[in-house]
């Protein structure tokens, strides 16, 4: 059923309407043809965040660019817009055609973050489907997901058919052409989650199960009879070939990222222990610059935004960064499009491209040092050092720069309150190099800010820190304040986040599938979109816990060497023994480089995938440091 | 060189904001690689002036804004070029060259006329509807609430920001509003106060509405922006 009518005479009674409404220019509005297969793609937060997602992006072109598949875009409706749905009738419903979702053959999630499990559940419900798998009828859609937290999707095993794992759109379309033909053949679902299991990257949660020990432990993991044992993740291969969207869908509400955004790598071995992206994204595989120039000149043509983003995991690393940056603004800014950086690595060169691309509009520069001391830094791999930091941050000033963002981490293994005081030091000696710079110049420069973030770290599944516990609520407090009262005064801004946030994302970060009840219950108990701070409520998430009892603190303790972890059902390619070495040189402080310029460090992606580093500037360059 | 420009904003863009719709039209100048002049400065934006806002969930037939390009243009081709790259309910009527010195959209347009298709709780004829907007013009003054979004309400009066109202067809009632600077009526505050007076009147609802556009009123006459008398000779 369509509810065009009924939506556009009451959506007046609620804020932002536009969210929506659709009809953006180059979104696809195909016919409801009989042949079509149908797919909605849902992103379990607001429009203006789903919007911005460009995993989406790509996978709403790659579809639509099918001539017997159709895709439409759905997003949480925030709060009000759930209370107008339920009061008026009114199920959740896609942006182009305002079909409701059980009209579609298949309903895709996006996962970019834990804190938008319980949106997923509030979608399945708006759409009149059971949240439960399990429950759900033959002839409701498949439901589908993928995306960076797929890595660890347990604890929404029980309300997903189907997972993708790794890059997706090199399998999509094969999948979806499959599931035609399966369906075609007139087989039950469960007869066609079977069949597409069989495609790698395929992992079918109830084909899996999970055995427990006495005290709680996972003794083993258990795939169905004749059924694969573990799912390899999905990589694509050359990226510069890969498909990539210019015809970008362009808001008219302001979200996130209003502008051409261009992909120019993919993956990363700097081999920073925390992050989850660096492992799951390997190996690194780079775009050419003329194919970027060629993507950029079209997107811009049609789009009409008057910005370029150049993203990557990290952008500075790309080996062609100078010669593409330059490319970019000597082509565009005559016509007053600027470019920007995301992800910038702390060092000079850093600063001289960012120079570069801010000569039509100079926006803000952000810093990661992660953490407070050399010591702590290196634990983590960060491979900077005291002087690249204060001489980045110095050359950023000098060259007109007054506002600077430092993200840190709190909460990193073996952290002391003597790293948490290098946090405050490294800010106030930044600052004081800035003050120092306008002292000394002759232009004019604003009132030097030195804006200090602090996360608090949330170990991540298949990185080297998966072994570690998270710190307690009270440690977190300790921190936070000690760092509140430190970094303080008119030249600074301090922003740090809920304690209590952290650690459900830490409980969530290396769930398994046991979990999947407390979600369901914080979610009938009203919990919804977690991840925006006035939203989030403790109390329910501590009650949905208590009443399914399970203990959160037994997800954030440090795990043993020996342990099964729930998300081993998947495979990244980087064998356990890697990480653990890596855990081990942590400890140790012992830093390992990148294998984009020197030694290879035996982490088994090239040789698990038959793949190689695809660098367009060859291997060695001059950004080695 | 400088143009006024006429467009449209209907119905699937109802609920796109004053502010959406400038940024919209800045993407769909450049998109029709027209050759906009540029604001100095800091941040280099195409010169464009908008005449007053469009509340979020109206449909106009008749919005007005300025735009200023390096190069002359062909009006009619213009007005092409704009259309062949915007949503198809954002629609882009006509085109006027511009003397320079022309007074700005926001001191010209004064006037806003709505047709409001009113819906009773049982049938009128066109007379019974006659004689309730003889009934409610006749009002020494028509006093109404308004809400204010994050201000206290205030008690303002439609009568003296009525400038005219008449029926022009069954269920079809046409009211010429005073807009811009001088202050504004929202069709729901028609709405209401007509319900307060006649309870048979059903509630509001933005569908019901249509602004017809924005006017200069000049005696009692009401005149597009690029009116000969404005533009000069």
């Known amino acids: 059923m369509q509810y065009k009518e009924k939506i556009m005479e009451n959506l007046y009674k609620i804020s932002s309407p536009e969210r929506y409404t659709g009809n953006e220019w180059n979104s696809i509005i195909k016919d409801w043809d009989p042949e079509r297969l149908k797919v909605a793609l849902a992103f379990p937060d607001v429009y203006e965040i789903g919007m911005s997602h460009l995993g989406l992006k790509i996978l709403y072109h790659l579809i639509n660019r099918e001539d017997d598949m159709l895709a439409e875009r759905v997003y949480a409706p925030w709060q009000d817009m759930e209370d107008l749905m339920k009061k008026e009738e009114i199920p959740l419903y896609t942006l182009e055609s305002y079909h409701e979702i059980k009209d579609f053959d298949i309903l895709g999630f996006t996962l970019q973050y834990e804190m938008s499990y319980t949106n997923i559940l509030n979608m399945l419900d708006l759409s009149g489907l059971s949240i439960h798998a399990s429950e759900r009828k033959e002839e409701d859609p498949l439901i589908i997901a993928g995306g960076s937290t797929v890595f660890n999707s347990e604890p929404i095993a029980e309300f997903i058919d189907l997972f993708f794992v790794g890059e997706v759109e090199s399998i999509l379309i094969e999948l979806l052409n499959k599931y035609k033909t399966l369906k075609a053949e007139g087989l039950s679902k469960s007869e066609i989650l079977k069949s597409l299991n069989k495609i790698p990257g395929i992992y079918v949660p109830s084909l899996h199960s999970e055995e427990y020990g006495e005290k709680g432990e996972i003794l083993s993991l258990n795939s169905a009879e004749g059924e694969k044992e573990r799912v390899k993740k999905q990589v694509v291969q050359n990226l510069d070939q890969a498909f990539y969207p210019t015809d970008f869908i362009v808001p008219y509400r302001d979200t996130v990222h209003e502008r051409v955004v261009l992909e120019i790598s993919r993956g990363c071995t700097r081999s920073c222990r ?232 830490g409980v969530l970060a290396r769930g398994d599938r046991r979990l999947s009840k407390v979600i369901a219950t914080a979610w009938k108990k009203g919990s919804r979109f977690e991840g925006w701070h006035e939203c989030f409520e403790p109390r329910i998430w501590g009650e949905a816990f208590r009443e399914n009892d399970i203990q959160p603190e037994d997800y954030l303790r440090e795990r043993g060497e020996e342990e099964i972890f729930s998300w081993e059902k998947l495979d990244i390619g980087i064998p356990k023994s890697f990480l653990l070495k890596e855990y081990k040189n942590a400890q140790a402080e012992i830093l390992i480089d990148d294998c984009r310029f020197a030694d290879c460090h035996s982490c088994a992606i090239c040789g698990n995938f038959e793949v190689d580093l695809e660098l367009v500037g060859g291997k060695t360059n001059e950004l080695q440091n | 060189m400088n143009y006024r420009i006429k467009f449209a904003k209907l119905e699937d863009l109802m609920y796109i904001s004053h502010l959406e719709v400038i940024k919209t039209l800045r993407r769909i100048i450049r998109r ?202």
């Open chain 1, 274 to 505: 925390f992050c989850a992206a660096g492992m799951a994204y390997r190996p690194v595989r780079e775009r050419s610059v003329e194919r970027l120039m060629d993507l950029a000149e079209k997107a811009l043509k049609a789009t009409g935004y008057d910005e370029i983003s150049l993203t990557s995991l990290s952008t500075v690393d790309y080996t062609e960064a100078k010669k593409l940056v330059q490319a970019m603004t000597e082509r565009f800014s005559d016509q007053m499009i600027s470019v920007s950086l995301s992800s910038l690595r702390v060092d000079k060169f850093s600063v001289e491209l960012a120079e570069e691309v801010n000569k039509v509009r100079k926006t803000g520069l952000t810093f990661a040092p992660e953490a407070g001391t050399q010591r702590l830094r290196d634990v983590i791999n960060k491979n900077i050092n005291e002087d690249d930091i204060y001489s980045a941050a110095r050359s950023a000033f000098e060259n007109g720069w007054s506002k600077i963002k430092l993200y840190f981490m709190i909460g990193l293994p073996t952290e002391t309150m003597e790293d948490v005081k290098g946090i405050a030091e490294m800010a106030k000696k930044i600052r004081n190099i800035g003050q120092e710079v306008r002292k000394n110049t002759k232009k004019r420069m604003r009132r030097i800010e030195v804006s200090v973030s602090v996360s608090t770290f949330v170990p991540k599944v298949f990185t080297p820190f998966q072994w570690h516990q998270m710190d307690d609520v009270e440690t977190i407090i300790k921190k936070h304040d000690y760092l509140r009262d430190n970094i303080k005064g008119r030249s600074f801004s301090f922003s740090w986040n809920d304690p209590e946030l952290s650690r459900l994302e």
């Open chain 2, 32 to 233: 029709a690689e027209l050759p906009a002049a540029f604001s100095q400065g800091y941040n280099p934006r195409i010169n464009l002036a908008i005449g007053p806002p469009l509340a979020v969930g109206l449909i106009s037939r008749g919005e007005y804004f300025d735009l200023e390009l390096e190069t002359e243009m062909d009006p009619e081709k213009l007005v092409s070029d704009l259309n062949a790259v915007s949503p198809t309910d954002l629609r882009f009527k006509k085109a006027v060259k511009i003397p320079d010195d022309i007074r700005s959209l926001s001191s010209l347009l004064d006037t806003a006329i709505y047709t409001i298709n009113f819906e009773y709780t049982s049938a009128k004829s066109l007379e019974e509807e006659k004689k309730m907007l003889e009934e409610f013009m006749a009002q020494s003054e028509i006093m109404i609430i308004r809400h204010r979004r994050k201000k206290s309400d205030r008690k303002i009066d439609l009568k003296k920001r009525i400038f005219s109202a008449e029926i022009i067809d069954k269920n079809k009632w046409k009211f010429a509003v005073v807009t811009g600077s001088r202050g504004n009526v929202r069709p729901e505050e028609l709405n209401r106060a007509l319900r307060e007076k006649f309870s048979e009147v059903k509630g509001f609802s933005p569908l019901q509405v249509i602004r017809e556009g924005v006017f200069v009123r000049d005696e009692a006459d009401f005149y597009p922006p690029y009116a000969e008398k404005f533009i000069g000779s």
